[in-house]
């Protein structure tokens, strides 16, 4: 063979699983400009790598490894997870004098007078005091500086100096749609939520040019080192998505991104109507496949109604008599949007946990169905579906509705889950058996940062349904191969364009080598299975020191 014809990269591994429809043994691959050109059988092996292997080649050959396609995450906030990366890193502490510290350390490197906000990737439930700090706590790190403790994507804790730059005071008024929390003399503890928060977010000063990008290399080398070649990233503002194409162009993502324009109803109504949002999104350049290389623009992110806190039931919250969470859509204009979208070829993934949001999207979806016809597979995605059941798994067949689902979120808010839903709603989230019975189109995400990153203790949960309160509903749980090709070849049709999430001749060679089998390794070794190597486009994007 001439030396033009050789591969960039071989492998030979103790296995390949190839995620292929009929799958047969492999043990070795050959990689040349990005893709797979060549897979052996163990009786071939040898001739693989000889035929394929030249001067230039990188051979990797290890009986040790076992090798699959890099793990697909259809809803991962990279974007988030790169401004946390940027933050003071509290979710280290495991109490709030740690807290503290953490914070202390941040402020000693900053300028005095300077904002110290923190990463928003901790839960309360995590600190031994199982409680938020105080804005009395804060101001022990530091009064030098104001602080915004940032927890999720709704809860912020100010310092007094933030409070005072926020402009939040005993005299200010409660704000529509947020909440200021008061001691009983009406005077602001710090912590605010929602539309008060966004009081606190306003003051802050615009990241300096760069920084994000810096986050989004930090983030998604961190994302390679778990394995992960591919999300889907579902909040990303319009600014956002320059930023990433600024990071992809100068080769910062060491994963893939495709990333979903968060659209509010707001939004869309400041605009004047679904279709002139649209037009404003396509004049610069935000369209549906747009981005080149690690990048593309999958679609529209709608959210309908709220996460452990806020999910739309049909029966009340456990804790909360009478409360039944929160649409955040009016139901005619979510099926009247989502029409437009699905014209005008703009895929839309909306949020939907609660078994009511569930249904009233599902309801919409119908609508859409009812004027237009079937839809192209994966143009309409239940994004979690947590609480789908019963009828609206038929329903979601029937339509051609994809569904991404995020165990990982039963281990990442466990314990707020049980007190939120109870016992019985709590054991029916994610009904993954049932779904996967059903001929449900669906995938894996693991909605980091709500959740832990790891996609493999991801997969322990989905075929134990093991989380930090128990085992809940062991009889959803699906098998070993059924979860990792929800995480790879399932995941990959849904991103569309060269991702297969399959290890064949002409899929880009996206893959993952570990020292274990995680088909067939025990289950409790997937906790603690990390990655030897990812390799993205063949390019290896994570090596273990
Ligand atoms: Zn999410």
Redesign the pocket.
């Known amino acids: 063979m001439n030396r033009e014809a050789t591969a960039d990269l071989v492998v030979r591994a103790g296995t390949v699983h190839t995620m292929a429809a009929a799958e047969r043994p492999v043990t070795a691959l050959a990689v040349r400009r990005g893709e797979i050109v060549a897979v052996a059988a163990p009786e071939n092996a040898q001739d693989l790598l000889e035929t394929w292997s030249g001067p230039g080649t990188t051979v990797l050959d290890d009986p040790g490894l076992v090798v699959l396609p890099a793990i697909v995450d259809t809803?991962n906030?990279l974007m988030l997870a790169a401004r946390n990366s940027l933050g003071a890193p509290v979710s280290l502490a495991q109490d709030i004098p740690r807290f503290l510290e953490l914070i202390r350390e941040r402020a000693a490197h900053t300028p005095s007078g300077q904002w110290i906000i923190t990463g928003a990737d901790w839960h309360e439930l995590h600190l031994a005091e199982r409680r938020m700090p105080t804005a009395e706590e804060l101001d022990r790190a530091t009064t030098d500086h104001p602080v915004l403790v940032l927890r999720g994507g709704h809860n912020g804790v100010l310092n007094s100096a933030g409070l005072r730059l926020a402009g939040i005071g005993p005299d200010t008024p409660d704000v529509q749609g947020g909440y200021i929390a008061r001691d009983a003399a009406g005077r602001p503890t710090g912590r605010v939520q929602d539309a008060a928060l966004e009081l606190a977010q306003k003051a802050l000063p615009a990241l300096p040019a760069g920084a994000l990008a810096t986050g989004l290399a930090h983030a998604s080398t961190e994302y390679a080192a778990h394995g992960i070649g591919s999300v889907r990233d579902?909040?990303v503002t319009p600014q956002e998505w320059h930023t990433y194409v600024r990071a992809q162009a100068d080769g910062r993502l060491s994963v893939r991104s495709h990333a979903m324009i968060l659209s509010t109803p707001a939004s869309i109504f400041a605009a004047g109507s679904m279709g002139a949002y649209l037009d404003a999104l396509e004049a610069q350049g935000i369209t549906p496949d747009a981005g080149q290389g690690r990048l593309r623009l999958w679609g529209l992110k709608f959210i309908l109604d709220g996460g452990v806190e806020a999910a739309a039931l049909e029966r009340p919250y456990a804790d909360r008599p009478g409360y039944h969470g929160d649409l955040m859509w009016d139901r005619d204009d979510l099926a009247q949007c989502l029409a437009v979208c699905v014209r005008r070829g703009w895929p839309v993934g909306t949020?939907a946990f609660g078994d009511r949001a569930v249904a009233v999207l599902l309801d919409a979806i119908r609508d859409v169905v009812g004027q237009h016809g079937p839809i192209p597979p994966g143009a309409l995605v239940i994004?979690?579906g947590g609480l789908i059941g019963g009828d609206q798994i038929a329903d979601a067949v029937d339509l051609g509705v994809h569904i991404t689902v995020?165990h990982a979120l039963s281990d990442g808010l466990g314990p707020a889950l049980l007190a939120s839903f109870g016992p019985d709603r709590t054991a029916a989230l994610w009904p993954l058996r049932e779904l996967v019975d059903s001929g449900a189109w669906i995938s894996a995400g693991t909605?980091h940062p709500?959740g832990p990153l790891d996609p493999l203790r991801c997969v322990h949960g989905m075929t134990t349904r093991h989380t930090p309160t128990g085992v809940r509903g062991p009889e959803h749980a699906i098998d070993r191969a059924e979860a990792l090709r929800l995480y790879t070849s399932s995941g990959a049709r849904l991103l569309g364009h060269a991702a297969t999430g399959t290890l064949v001749p002409g899929a880009p060679a996206d893959m993952v080598a570990y020292r274990a089998d995680p088909f067939t390794c025990p289950a409790d070794d997937l906790l603690r299975l990390a990655p030897e190597i990812t390799a993205v486009g063949g390019e290896v994007v994570y090596r273990r020191a």
């Open positions: 809803h906030h579902p909040a949020h994004e979690h995020q909605d709500i």
